[in-house]
């Protein structure tokens, strides 16, 4: 059985192979979907081999775009009938007018782009309302391997090694608050965990997200 493709021993996370992968399945694809109006039309920035773009179009009915920097991924993508193109995320894209879409999706790919300033505002001007995912840099296992290791945060690298991994830019909640601060023009809407877990992990994580939270699933909102 071979690894899945974010795993350590399939790829390092800079430059994914997505060859010889049918599918890709993530813990937070349901949460994002049942925040997904039916037949809404929809881009995914980053969106690997086009599986959560699949799934939106088989329970939502959407009208699905996609964008991937990676060529094995966009193979794929197209193979599944998804119109998606080879492209980065983080510059003007320029082939897509405003409010084109109605929801813009990034969805775990923010902390591994050069510039996210400009993917958010991207975002903000492709569409009203934006999804956002990442992975909290904030979470207490973080903090405490790196007091009491001295190095960067194994738990945040999900089994890569610090010179491996695409993370090139990583952010607990209260950075991605401040970079929409910063970017203005956005609302928060809602967010979540995007990760399962027991009631009391999902109770710390409510309560203290900061700390207690993995993978943290924002909708967002353009305000005038």
């Known amino acids: 059985m071979k690894p899945p493709i974010d795993s350590p021993d399939r790829n390092d996370n800079r430059d994914y192979r997505y060859s010889g992968v049918e599918e890709t399945v993530r813990p937070e694809y349901d949460l994002i979907a049942s925040w997904i109006p039916d037949r809404a039309k929809v881009i995914d920035l980053g969106c690997g081999d086009g599986s959560?773009?699949?799934?939106?179009?088989?329970?939502?009915?959407?009208?699905?775009?996609?964008?991937?920097?990676?060529?094995?991924?966009?193979?794929?993508?197209?193979?599944?009938?998804?119109?998606?193109?080879?492209?980065?995320?983080?510059?003007?894209l320029i082939q897509f007018g405003d409010n084109q879409f109605d929801v813009a999706i990034c969805n775990a790919t923010i902390h591994m782009v050069m510039y996210p300033e400009t993917l958010l505002r991207e975002m903000k001007r492709l569409a009203q309302v934006q999804i956002v995912s990442f992975p909290n840099f904030g979470f207490y296992k973080n903090r405490m391997d790196l007091l009491f290791s001295g190095r960067v945060p194994r738990?945040?690298?999900?089994?890569?090694?610090?010179?491996?991994?695409g993370h090139i830019h990583p952010l607990s909640i209260a950075d991605f608050h401040q970079l929409l601060h910063d970017v203005a023009g956005m609302r928060i809407v809602r967010h979540e965990s995007g990760e399962r877990g027991n009631g009391l992990s999902r109770l710390l994580a409510r309560a203290f997200p900061n700390l207690f939270r993995v993978l943290c699933v924002y909708q967002l909102e353009r305000v005038e």
């Open 52 to 92: 959560l773009l699949e799934m939106l179009r088989a329970r939502k009915h959407v009208q699905g775009t996609g964008v991937e920097r990676s060529p094995s991924g966009v193979e794929q993508a197209v193979r599944k009938g998804l119109n998606v193109i080879e492209g980065l995320i983080d510059r003007p």
């Open 155 to 165: 738990p945040h690298l999900f089994g890569y090694s610090w010179y491996s991994t």
